[in-house]
């Protein structure tokens, strides 16, 4: 099973700041990689794909960028409402999650 | 498109859970097309249950592949998970996520997602 793991843990900005979060694969996983955001009582939003395509909708500050196995999620500069919960998620062989990263504005 | 997951929110232990998945704007009679089960458990990471397509070939976790069972009913929009002998530590959020060759398989969107409580 390939892990996912991200850091860190929590990251605490204030507005207007930019936030990189890491994701690292166990093994390489190409560009199979999606980063995910969750915010309490809500469902997961898909925000990037194949690590580095924007989703549908998706505001220009959140980026992506990596291969093989590191990878990162970058918020260029923070609004209250990225507050949550971000996750990154490996489709190369079957389907795995990172542990999150919360995100404190 | 929208998914739903409906369940009990409380099962005893040993006993069976079965939770539906509805969906909206979208047909698992095309082809192409998918929905995962994923569950979270308190304070854990995201763990994929499996995967149901639109031919209904079905691929589980390996650790559950002996308890679950994936179904769809497409002229109702839903699909099933049955999951038995259900343990203290099967307690989680179920969610239910769309995929799609058209969307190059990511998960979806997504269901808000159910609790599931086992106690004994």
């Known amino acids: 099973e390939i892990v996912l793991t991200q850091s860190p843990a929590t990251l605490s900005l204030p507005p207007g700041e930019r936030a990189t979060l890491s994701c690292r694969a166990s093994?390489?996983?190409?560009?199979?990689l999606a980063w995910y955001q969750r915010k309490p009582g809500q469902a997961p939003r898909l925000l990037i794909y194949d690590a580095s395509s924007r989703a549908t909708g998706i505001p220009a500050r959140f980026s992506g960028s990596g291969s093989g196995t590191d990878f990162t999620l970058t918020i260029s500069s923070l609004e209250p409402e990225d507050s949550a919960v971000y996750f990154c998620?490996?489709?190369?062989?079957?389907?795995?999650f990172g542990q999150g990263t919360t995100v404190e504005i | 498109i929208t998914l739903k997951e409906a369940g009990p929110s409380l099962v005893r232990v040993t006993q069976t859970l079965t939770l539906t998945c509805t969906f909206s704007e979208f047909s698992l009679k095309t082809t192409g097309v998918g929905v995962a089960w994923i569950r979270q458990p308190p304070g854990k990471a995201l763990e994929c249950l499996g995967t149901i397509y639109w031919n209904d070939d079905k691929r589980y976790t390996s650790s559950l592949k002996d308890r679950l069972t994936f179904t769809k009913d497409t002229s109702r929009n839903q699909v099933v998970l049955r999951m038995t002998n259900m343990d203290p530590l099967d307690t989680a959020t179920y969610f239910c996520a769309h995929f799609s060759s058209s969307s190059s398989f990511w998960l979806d969107p997504w269901g808000q997602g159910t609790l599931v409580t086992v106690s004994s």
């Open positions: 093994q390489t996983i190409i560009n199979y």
């Open positions: 998620h490996q489709r190369y062989d079957f389907w795995t």
